[in-house]
């Protein structure tokens, strides 16, 4: 059975930093393609980070610069490291596999919230 | 960008009654859209992918179509379960930063 555990999340001062993992389980992380989704307090879903194997890592322009997508294949954790939070990085963090030969998101972590205040 | 727009924002509709939510892609994303389910405090839930191939485990009730900007997502007959947010997914495009739409919300008339 496919889980994704997500932990790391919590309160931090803007300009702080904050390491979130997901670790899976029923898969390898090297053999998917993996993703960092966030949601807002009462809005929608937004794609943070994706961790596309061999072919790279990208980010959405909110997060370019200040966050870092990363996989450890010996734990099957993946990993986002965010850097510089600022207010609107307030969310709850999905961890989400894609699913075997496309792009879509097929299994979904329970999430771990981020709250950026001072 | 590919931007993502759903219509309408909110669909109030009655139990046994069909719902029709619609998904526009201001550009061409060929049948690579997914529909999800997100009810509160969980995450979202895989109902759809390939435009219209449903995921393993929902319901027959429960349909997709349309291809390269407009797409729907049905539902033929209404459920207590089903009222949520529901939220399309593009994933065509290069590099790989996808769109979700801003999300129709179902809720009881």
């Known amino acids: 059975e496919v889980q994704l555990v997500e932990s790391g999340g919590g309160l931090i001062q803007p300009g702080g930093s904050l390491r979130l993992s997901c670790a899976a389980s029923g898969f390898s992380v090297s053999s998917n393609y993996m993703s960092w989704v966030r949601q807002a307090p009462g809005k929608g879903l937004e794609w943070v980070s994706i961790f596309y194997g061999g072919s790279g890592t990208y980010y959405a322009d909110s997060v370019r610069g200040r966050f870092t997508i990363s996989r450890d294949i010996s734990k099957n954790t993946l990993y986002l490291q965010m850097n510089s939070l600022r207010a609107e990085d307030t969310a709850v963090y999905y961890c989400a596999r894609l699913a075997d030969y496309a792009d879509y998101v097929d299994y979904w972590g329970q999430g771990t919230l981020v709250t950026v205040s001072s | 960008e590919i931007v993502m727009t759903q219509s309408p924002a909110t669909l109030s509709v009655s139990p046994g009654e069909r719902a029709t939510l619609s998904c526009r892609a201001s550009q061409n994303v060929n049948s690579n859209l997914a529909w999800y389910q997100q009810k509160p405090g969980q995450a979202p839930r895989l109902l759809i992918y390939?435009?219209?191939t449903r995921a393993t485990g929902i319901p027959a009730r429960f349909s997709g179509s349309g291809s390269g900007t407009e797409f729907a997502l049905t539902i033929s007959s209404l459920h207590s379960e089903d009222f949520a947010v529901y939220y399309c997914l593009q994933y065509n495009n290069w590099p790989p930063i996808f769109t979700f739409g801003p999300g129709t919300k179902v809720d009881m008339k």
């Open positions: 390939g435009a219209s």
